[in-house]
């Protein structure tokens, strides 16, 4: 488990609770200080060692009852965007509480993570949002401002909310009161309702509007040496309003990597609250600009700086917002360009194996990831296999056995347009399955995530011991998609290479000559009494584990629902299990 982010306070009272509070800092060395109160465990010192920490810390963790700590934290509370998130652990590390700042103090996470980091303890989160498995507005990825707890609690109640985007961002599934309109922009538009607006644009949000800011824009910046802040800053913020375009959503100042140091450039950027990202001049040099110029050619290698950088650092897919302009001061020239890019948010491809039916086998980052979808694309009994992890809202597009390039085709059009989605399979989703004919149809302009399942071999190899323990290939029997004279091919060759097989799709009622083929093949090069594991729904209802030998083998007793592991000359059966020696040196003669 990652460190979260910032300075973490450790305060502790009695040695059990110190017990607790190493293994939290040994686990985040960087990220924790400890806030000693020596061995005795007097109010007093618990008491400064809490004052301390709450000054000084973005999160604490108090190795503390819930009633000890609220007391001591009553005087010390200020205000809910400032205050730091606080998280209790109790004596027996059972529990650990997100106690104060759940959402903007980063508590509710901070507890999902200690919870991680001490054996047996769990997290316990009590906002009304996470309580009820709804997205809290300020954990959706960008900031919000406006009527955030007005709107987080229509949500909740149920109360038909407003959704208005006017920059596709990719969200998570919002409840069913949610719903998406494109009329106005739900600030001061009379409607009188509740929105979520999300957008770039400068608005002036009501008491009813909740407003995402996704950092959808790029400030490119050129300044002469010894540019004053003040006239960045001023040209910076001119330059937006003018566009009627948001700070907020800034993402960063972009400029040349000689300007890296120019104070001007550094300070601007601290009081605007965003990041410098600079380029090298050859780099900016080589994007398209309309206004290019010779001042910055002769002083730093490139025609523009601003508008390259600005466009630059957005990425493909960038559109110019604001043009060059420059600062305006009295009496002097303007030392300081600017101009604004902006790209839409990308939207997102989750591509996400399911593993093979045991939801012990279904990966805590698949999980996360069913969770951050808002669309979810699959085949009907994956879809089953996991849709009580899905959000309330989320839109499940389902279809059944054969629609594989449809399924494709729809995840990507819909990530295209700007949306989260999870397409789904079982095993790993990229082993025969989605992954490639939904990346073969997938452009630049969208991010795709892979999340690796476990793969039917693998369920299967656990089962019946380590027949993979030597090198090994999976075959598909199916030849719907693949000439049967092509799997021919790489059967002989697997059996020349003498190479562990494990077949997919080894048999289906239409087809069931093909793996009678297959092992006689592997036969030609291995003796009757090789290995071969026959493993039925590994890891679902309905398991079943057979090891047998190429001899022996009945073929009737497989279907689509198995995979078959083929030993090579080495494998050998050992207490019923089968077993693939590693070294070379086993192989024998053969
Ligand atoms: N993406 C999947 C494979 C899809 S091909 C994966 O990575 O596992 C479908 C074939 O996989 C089935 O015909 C069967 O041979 C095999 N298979 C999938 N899940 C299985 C399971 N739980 N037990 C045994 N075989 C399985």
């Given at each position: 488990?990652?460190?979260?982010?910032?300075?973490?306070?450790?305060?502790?009272?009695?040695?059990?609770?110190?017990?607790?509070?190493?293994?939290?800092?040994?686990?985040?060395?960087?990220?924790?200080?400890?806030?000693?109160?020596?061995?005795?465990?007097?109010?007093?010192?618990?008491?400064?060692?809490?004052?301390?920490?709450?000054?000084?810390?973005?999160?604490?963790?108090?190795?503390?009852?819930?009633?000890?700590?609220?007391?001591?934290?009553?005087?010390?509370?200020?205000?809910?965007?400032?205050?730091?998130?606080?998280?209790?652990?109790?004596?027996?590390?059972?529990?650990?509480?997100?106690?104060?700042?759940?959402?903007?103090?980063?508590?509710?996470?901070?507890?999902?993570?200690?919870?991680?980091?001490?054996?047996?303890?769990?997290?316990?989160?009590?906002?009304?949002?996470?309580?009820?498995?709804?997205?809290?507005?300020?954990?959706?990825?960008?900031?919000?401002?406006?009527?955030?707890?007005?709107?987080?609690?229509?949500?909740?109640?149920?109360?038909?909310?407003?959704?208005?985007?006017?920059?596709?961002?990719?969200?998570?599934?919002?409840?069913?009161?949610?719903?998406?309109?494109?009329?106005?922009?739900?600030?001061?538009?009379?409607?009188?309702?509740?929105?979520?607006?999300?957008?770039?644009?400068?608005?002036?949000?009501?008491?009813?509007?909740?407003?995402?800011?996704?950092?959808?824009?790029?400030?490119?910046?050129?300044?002469?040496?010894?540019?004053?802040?003040?006239?960045?800053?001023?040209?910076?913020?001119?330059?937006?309003?003018?566009?009627?375009?948001?700070?907020?959503?800034?993402?960063?100042?972009?400029?040349?990597?000689?300007?890296?140091?120019?104070?001007?450039?550094?300070?601007?950027?601290?009081?605007?609250?965003?990041?410098?990202?600079?380029?090298?001049?050859?780099?900016?040099?080589?994007?398209?600009?309309?206004?290019?110029?010779?001042?910055p050619l002769a002083a730093v290698g490139t025609p523009s700086v601003a508008e390259a950088a600005a466009l630059l650092a957005r990425g493909e897919g960038a559109e110019l917002v604001v043009p060059k302009r420059k600062s305006e001061v009295q009496g002097r020239a303007a030392m300081a360009t600017c101009a604004v890019a902006r790209r839409r948010p990308r939207g997102r491809l989750a591509i996400v194996g399911?593993?093979?039916?045991?939801?012990?086998?279904?990966?805590?980052?698949?999980?996360?990831?069913?969770?951050?979808?808002?669309?979810?694309?699959?085949?009907?009994?994956?879809?089953?296999?996991?849709?009580?992890?899905?959000?309330?809202?989320?839109?499940?597009?389902?279809?059944?056995?054969?629609?594989?390039?449809?399924?494709?085709?729809?995840?990507?059009?819909?990530?295209?347009?700007?949306?989260?989605?999870?397409?789904?399979?079982?095993?790993?989703?990229?082993?025969?399955?989605?992954?490639?004919?939904?990346?073969?149809?997938?452009?630049?302009?969208?991010?795709?995530?892979?999340?690796?399942?476990?793969?039917?071999?693998?369920?299967?190899?656990?089962?019946?011991?380590?027949?993979?323990?030597?090198?090994?290939?999976?075959?598909?029997?199916?030849?719907?998609?693949?000439?049967?004279?092509?799997?021919?091919?790489?059967?002989?060759?697997?059996?020349?290479?003498?190479?562990?097989?494990?077949?997919?799709?080894?048999?289906?009622?239409?087809?069931?000559?093909?793996?009678?083929?297959?092992?006689?093949?592997?036969?030609?090069?291995?003796?009757?009494?090789?290995?071969?594991?026959?493993?039925?729904?590994?890891?679902?209802?309905?398991?079943?584990?057979?090891?047998?030998?190429?001899?022996?083998?009945?073929?009737?007793?497989?279907?689509?629902?198995?995979?078959?592991?083929?030993?090579?000359?080495?494998?050998?059966?050992?207490?019923?299990?089968?077993?693939?020696?590693?070294?070379?040196?086993?192989?024998?003669?053969?």
């Amino acid at each position: 488990m990652n460190a979260p982010n910032g300075l973490i306070g450790l305060v502790s009272a009695t040695a059990a609770g110190r017990r607790a509070r190493d293994l939290v800092a040994a686990a985040w060395p960087e990220a924790t200080r400890v806030y000693d109160t020596g061995d005795q465990s007097g109010a007093d010192t618990v008491r400064s060692a809490l004052t301390r920490a709450f000054a000084e810390c973005d999160r604490i963790v108090c190795f503390l009852a819930t009633g000890a700590t609220v007391r001591l934290l009553a005087p010390l509370l200020g205000d809910k965007e400032s205050d730091p998130g606080v998280v209790c652990v109790d004596e027996a590390r059972r529990y650990a509480v997100a106690l104060l700042g759940g959402h903007a103090g980063g508590a509710n996470e901070l507890a999902h993570a200690v919870a991680e980091v001490l054996p047996g303890c769990r997290p316990v989160v009590t906002t009304a949002t996470d309580a009820v498995d709804v997205p809290g507005l300020d954990t959706l990825g960008p900031p919000v401002e406006g009527a955030v707890a007005a709107v987080s609690r229509a949500v909740l109640d149920g109360e038909p909310v407003r959704l208005v985007r006017h920059v596709p961002f990719p969200l998570p599934a919002l409840p069913e009161n949610v719903t998406e309109t494109d009329g106005g922009d739900g600030a001061g538009d009379g409607s009188g309702g509740y929105t979520v607006l999300v957008t770039d644009r400068a608005v002036e949000p009501d008491d009813r509007t909740a407003v995402l800011r996704p950092a959808t824009l790029s400030v490119g910046v050129g300044a002469s040496r010894g540019a004053p802040a003040d006239e960045i800053v001023e040209l910076v913020e001119r330059s937006l309003t003018d566009a009627g375009l948001s700070l907020r959503c800034v993402a960063e100042l972009a400029t040349v990597d000689a300007k890296a140091d120019e104070p001007g450039i550094v300070e601007a950027a601290r009081r605007l609250g965003v990041p410098v990202r600079t380029y090298p001049a050859e780099a900016l040099a080589a994007v398209p600009v309309p206004h290019p110029s010779q001042a910055p050619l002769a002083a730093v290698g490139t025609p523009s700086v601003a508008e390259a950088a600005a466009l630059l650092a957005r990425g493909e897919g960038a559109e110019l917002v604001v043009p060059k302009r420059k600062s305006e001061v009295q009496g002097r020239a303007a030392m300081a360009t600017c101009a604004v890019a902006r790209r839409r948010p990308r939207g997102r491809l989750a591509i996400v194996g399911l593993g093979p039916g045991a939801r012990d086998l279904l990966t805590p980052r698949a999980r996360d990831e069913l969770r951050r979808a808002g669309v979810v694309v699959g085949l009907d009994q994956y879809v089953a296999q996991i849709r009580d992890l899905l959000r309330p809202g989320t839109r499940v597009l389902e279809s059944g056995l054969g629609a594989e390039e449809e399924r494709a085709r729809t995840a990507v059009a819909e990530a295209r347009a700007g949306r989260a989605v999870a397409l789904i399979g079982s095993g790993d989703a990229g082993v025969y399955a989605m992954a490639s004919p939904a990346l073969a149809e997938a452009s630049a302009d969208i991010d795709v995530v892979g999340v690796p399942g476990v793969t039917a071999a693998l369920a299967a190899a656990a089962l019946l011991g380590a027949p993979l323990g030597h090198d090994h290939v999976s075959i598909s029997l199916s030849d719907l998609h693949t000439p049967w004279e092509v799997i021919e091919r790489r059967v002989r060759a697997a059996a020349e290479a003498d190479l562990v097989v494990t077949f997919y799709n080894p048999r289906s009622r239409g087809r069931d000559w093909q793996l009678p083929k297959a092992l006689a093949l592997l036969a030609e090069h291995r003796s009757p009494d090789t290995p071969v594991g026959v493993v039925r729904n590994a890891s679902r209802p309905g398991e079943r584990v057979a090891v047998t030998t190429l001899g022996e083998l009945d073929p009737t007793v497989v279907d689509m629902m198995t995979v078959v592991t083929v030993g090579n000359t080495a494998t050998r059966t050992v207490a019923g299990r089968m077993v693939t020696p590693r070294g070379y040196r086993w192989q024998g003669g053969a």
